[in-house]
């Protein structure tokens, strides 16, 4: 799978106001994602499956990403944009980027933008997804009622609430809700949230929706719990020959998901016309990876002698197996002066690995670690695709009998009883957005 590195943030003129926009890839197809109510288009890397789903639909098109007028890196506005306004935004981004024709991806509130712009711009749109759309919302929600509801998110905002709502979790860790909440903050302040939530409620795309005329593609989830299915389901009654596909346990944030790679794979197909194929020999799986490194190994190479060296790594990786095979953990392959392990789950990828720097504490060898988790590609008995390299990269940046792990690994051993420090966020090599790492601590 190929790599992209963290691209530079750039700005195109929409009038008056500079938009913020991201290109990565470079497909042979341009897909625009039209952000929903709040965006921030470097923050969004750092929240959990979010770099994988974009390296996932950038492996067959261009993607294009912005932060609308007002919210993100782009320029504050006074007072809520129209939606004509905001929609003037996709042009000038398309323009900046040299996109003539392009598949827009418009998620929840983006899908109104994105309906109005294919309705205009049909010669410019080759085909339509709307994730989370709607025809007008919260039409069934009374005054009243609305009103409660935009104070109490106000009073809530940057807590990161409201986005638990969005990515469907239920309680969320202690670092999870730091992180959304910073997405939140980061986007736009809670009174400007509260004024696009009453200009949202205004819309209403059904004197539009007769016009559209490109290929289009509506998703849903049963479990949104921001917008209904019952509204998806008008939504895609509404349009003349749209596709609709509808899921059974994600949430409104389909893109914003770990694990959704059958969206990403029904996105593709409706884009390009065949789904992706899976080779016979790859199969694809959930796994915590874990990278060791001997530090110094060349300088104590030299100090031993070979004779001496080969004897100690023989040690080594003796000990490794030994470990590895405790933890319920398969060594992939020794790295010369290290391992690549993986295992099911991430406590015991953790544990490994931090037992494995004090066995080789005591024999003499000063080692670090880097573990992440995330979908792999097993090939016989290789095993590649990003989450190893970001494995890689993680203990890159740790240093002597230090384990470095990514959020994810954090996040998903809440309560495992594992103690971990934070140390900062990090740009690592080929990989996109900024990484939270966190040291484990014995």
Known sequence: MAHFVMPQTQYARSGDINIAYHVIGDGPIDLMIIPGAISHIELILELPGVIDNVLR???FARIITFDKRGVGLSDRVPGVPSLEERVDDIRAVLDAVGSRKTALLGFSEGSAMSLLFSATYPDRVSHLVLAGGFIRAGYSVPEAQFEAIADQIVAGWGSGQMMKRVVGITEGTKEQLAALGKFERMSCSPGAFKAVMVMNRRIDVEPILQSVRVPTLLLHSKMDAVVPVAEG????????????V????LPHGLLLTPGCEE?????????TGHRPDIPDDVDRVLA?????????????????????????LDTHDRLAAQVVEKHRGKIVKNTGDGILAMFDGPGRGVRCALAL?????QIGLPLRAGLHTGEVEMRGDDVGGIAVHVAARIMGQSGENEVFVSRVVTDLVAGAGLTFTNRGSFDLKGLPGHWDLFAAVQ
């Open 233 to 244: 389901r008008k939504l895609a009654h509404a349009i003349v020959g749209a596709k609709y």
């Open 263 to 271: 969206v990403m794979d029904d996105i593709e197909e409706f884009v």
């Open 57 to 59: 639909l950038a492996r």
């Open 246 to 249: 509808e899921y059974d346990n």
């Open 288 to 312: 915590t990876v874990l990278f060791t490194d001997i530090v110094n190994s060349t300088t104590r190479a030299i100090e031993l002698g070979d004779r001496r060296w080969r004897a100690l």
């Open 357 to 361: 720097g004090e066995a080789a504490q």
